[in-house]
């Protein structure tokens, strides 16, 4: 089955400053990567996600890229803001296969 | 609210005793997921319906784990001979799509601890 491994664990960024969590898959068949945003007592949110057929995807202050070959894809947060601290997942799937997720990165925003 | 509801919020027992967890997806959805989480870690696969029917049950850990989607509709987890071991938030999704290429809405979880 997929594996999915997550690095760092904990973050932490000053206000406006750029943060990135970095994840690997390893089925290659894997080709849908959503990231979930999970805040304290919550259960986790999308959002955003990439499919396969492209390498980057962006939604205002969030990216996110993917490098098929390498079997790793990242998410990318600027202009970082207080309320973006929260426990980010990255996952994969593949076809009608339920999501695997990585093991979450809690991120920090100081003011 | 329209979102997925999972009942009860916390639930305390002591190992060996039997629970049930209860989830209430959005209307209209036809997949349902139960993941697990442990403290610290991310939501870890245990089962998922497509309609009343076991998609996938792989994720299960042992026969003590048991699932039901009767209607299609309302999902209820079951656990047989709790162990301290199962101590976790037990979350649940749900969603238009089949497998995992869809966006999952999940509840806020079942915090189960075994005493």
């Known amino acids: 089955g997929e594996n999915v491994e997550q690095h760092p664990s904990t973050l932490s960024v000053q206000e406006g400053d750029s943060a990135v969590i970095k994840c690997t898959y390893s089925d290659s068949a894997s080709n849908y990567f959503p990231w979930y945003k999970q805040e304290l007592g919550k259960g986790p949110q999308l959002i955003i996600d990439?499919?396969?057929?492209?390498g980057e995807k962006k939604d205002q202050r969030i990216a996110v890229t993917l490098n098929k070959t390498a079997k790793h894809f990242s998410l990318h947060i600027t202009e970082t803001q207080p309320e973006d601290s929260a426990v980010y997942f990255c996952?994969?799937?593949?076809?009608?296969?339920?999501?695997?997720f990585g093991s979450g990165t809690r991120l920090q925003v100081q003011p | 609210g329209a979102g997925v509801s999972q009942t009860p919020s916390n639930k305390v027992t002591e190992k060996g005793k039997y629970v049930e967890l209860r989830c209430d997806p959005i209307?209209?959805?036809?997949?349902l997921y139960w993941y697990r989480q442990s403290l610290g870690q991310g939501p870890e696969f245990l089962i998922y319906f497509q309609g009343t029917g076991a998609a996938d049950d792989s994720g299960l850990p042992n026969d003590r784990f048991f699932a039901v989607r009767p209607e299609g509709s309302v999902s209820t987890l079951k656990i047989q001979r709790t162990e301290r071991g199962d101590s976790a938030v037990y979350l649940c999704?749900?969603?238009?799509?089949?497998?995992?290429?869809?966006?999952?809405?999940f509840g806020e979880g079942s915090r189960l601890t075994v005493l």
């Open positions: 999704a749900s969603s238009f799509t089949q497998g995992g290429t869809g966006e999952l809405f």
């Open positions: 990439i499919r396969s057929n492209v």
């Open positions: 996952a994969a799937t593949a076809g009608r296969r339920a999501l695997t």
């Open positions: 209307s209209g959805h036809t997949a």
